[in-house]
């Protein structure tokens, strides 16, 4: 079955705690993104990778990070996480832009 | 980044009746405007798109309209129903095929409502 794969779905963390969020697709895409969604102001993305080892900012990259080590895996690393950054996180796969698959989504909270 | 403006956040219609909502951009390089749907709790859907080298496409009962002298595009839902109920939102990509392909602008949302 085609999918995207996030992985924690819920995380609680405390300010400044370092954390990973996993991205896995299976359907050998080159192009993955990140998004986070508040209320209000709909989706904005975060970073996007064109192919392995290609990344590129999006709108709001400020305090998180990204790899493209391999075509499957995207993660998104939030090196001194903040209470501004409490969010629900969905990544995207596609051949291309737009996004066909969006994977089921983190909700994550910063304490 | 660019601005997107979509209206009206929220869209109440009764069952077969139609929606339509509207994106507004600025940027003249944007050339591809994809529309998402995102059920309550649960991922975004890509629903129907359209380059900027067409003004119009149709799947069914959804629609999308371009205007690029207006700077606008819409979204028509004919013949609704419940299960159109979500939250919809366009998006825009600025110079598809050049520098920024990847980067995708999302307008605010539209909460859409049918009642039966």
């Known amino acids: 079955e085609a999918q995207v794969t996030q992985n924690p779905r819920y995380l609680i963390t405390v300010t400044g705690k370092k954390l990973t969020v996993t991205c896995s697709q299976n359907m050998n895409h080159e192009y993955m993104s990140w998004y986070r969604q508040d209320p209000g102001l709909g989706l904005r993305q975060i970073y996007y990778s064109m192919n392995v080892e290609v990344t590129d900012k999006g709108d709001v990259p400020e305090g998180y990070k990204v790899s493209r080590k391999e075509k499957r895996n995207f993660p998104l690393i939030l090196e001194s996480p903040s209470p501004n950054q409490t969010s629900l996180y969905f990544c995207?796969?596609?051949?291309?832009?737009?996004?066909?698959?969006f994977g089921q989504g983190t909700r994550l909270t910063v304490v | 980044g660019e601005n997107v403006e979509q209206h009206p956040s929220t869209l109440s219609v009764q069952e077969g009746d139609s929606a339509v909502i509207k994106c507004t951009y600025s940027d003249s390089a944007s050339n591809y405007f994809p529309w998402y749907k995102q059920e309550l709790g649960k991922r975004p859907q890509l629903i129907i798109d359209i380059r900027s080298n067409v003004g119009e496409k149709k799947d069914q009962r959804i629609a999308v309209t371009l205007n690029k002298t207006a700077k606008h595009f819409s979204l028509h839902i004919t013949e609704t129903q419940p299960e159109d109920s979500a939250v919809y939102f366009c998006a825009l990509i600025r110079n598809a095929g050049g520098t920024s392909y990847g980067k995708l602008t999302f307008g605010q949302g539209t909460i859409l409502t049918v009642h039966p």
């Open positions: 995207a796969s596609s051949l291309g832009p737009p996004e066909a698959f």
